[in-house]
């Protein structure tokens, strides 16, 4: 019987820069366990804590699933930039997963396949803790842009927002700009009185960009609320967002092409106004390109690529 047919099961792992997510998926693509870690992006939090949460969370959907035999595995990683991430996760997954061949990919490419269903073509845009647009031609050519790390770029990320809003905070704070509700909000947030006791909190508990990101949420509701310098802030990171998609679509000469473009991150699921402040400057871009939410997670994304490794008869 081929492997088409007959029963077996794949993993697909997403990690990232919040949080890990691991699926177990039957030969039909069926969800069969599920399981959520900690961060797992090796360039900030560390290749020990990154293998630590996946090990954790490959645990968990295992146990959960009955402990089945893997057909095949794949892996969408955060952090997967240079030739030293792709030996360090590789050997990561040799160790984690020894009697499995692991396919491990960028998680936007993850974030494409599961976003469109399946395809390989098109461009991803990711905000989530960072952020980076990426394409892939028909032909096979790949580009990318943003996606520098939180010290470097990442515009249009969580942590850019939640840095720009608290730094719109402490310039209304200090009568170096204009007012704003943001003091209020992320202070409460946290549960803390005053904007000192925020920072000494960033500061003293040593925050790492996935810690700061999550106050993003807090600047996008004052957006969508009305609040003035969250507004700007809001529009930027969206400009930001297009002008990397913006790029990717030029460099591989697809403004002509019918694709669709996957808005892919918590931060898109937080802002409609983001969305459709892309969805109107791509169309000048790209006329035929259509810009749509993921119809699939991206965890489910490295779940259909692994179903692809053993209909191939890529499975190790």
Request: hydrophobic fraction near 45%; charged fraction near 20%; include cysteine.
């Amino acid at each position: 019987m081929s492997s088409e047919t007959s029963a077996f099961y794949v993993l697909g792992l997403d990690g990232g820069g919040s949080r890990t997510l691991c699926v177990i998926l039957d030969e039909r693509g069926r969800e069969i366990s599920r399981g959520q870690g900690g961060p797992s992006n090796h360039q900030s939090v560390g290749v020990e804590a990154a293998s630590k949460a996946i090990a954790d969370t490959l645990t968990a959907t295992i146990d959960a699933a009955g402990n089945p035999s893997l057909a095949a595995a794949c892996w969408g990683m955060a952090g997967l930039d240079r030739p030293e991430d792709e030996l360090i996760l590789k050997r990561m997954a040799e160790r984690l997963l020894p009697q499995v061949h692991v396919e491990v990919v960028h998680d936007s490419t993850i974030a494409l396949v599961g976003g469109t269903e399946g395809k390989h073509v098109g461009v991803v845009i990711i905000s989530g803790t960072g952020s980076i647009a990426v394409g892939y031609h028909p032909s096979g050519r790949f580009a990318r842009s943003s996606g520098w790390g939180h010290l470097l770029g990442d515009e249009g990320s969580g942590y850019y927002i939640a840095l720009r809003g608290l730094n719109a905070a402490t310039r209304a704070h200090d009568g170096r700009g204009p007012l704003t509700t943001l003091v209020d909000r992320l202070t409460a947030s946290v549960n803390v009185p005053t904007l000192e006791d925020l920072a000494n909190l960033i500061y003293l508990e040593g925050w790492a960009a996935p810690e700061v990101a999550a106050l993003a949420p807090v600047v996008l509701k004052a957006a969508e609320e009305g609040d003035e310098q969250a507004v700007v802030i809001v529009r930027e990171a969206a400009m930001e967002l297009f002008l990397a998609a913006r790029v990717v679509i030029e460099d591989l000469g697809m403004e002509n092409d019918s694709f669709e473009v996957v808005l892919s991150g918590g931060i898109f699921k937080g802002s409609p106004r983001i969305v459709e402040i892309i969805q109107q400057e791509l169309r000048e871009v790209a006329a035929q390109a259509e810009v749509i939410l993921p119809r699939r997670e991206p965890v489910i994304g490295a779940g259909l690529i692994a179903l692809e490794l053993v209909r191939s008869g890529g499975k190790g």
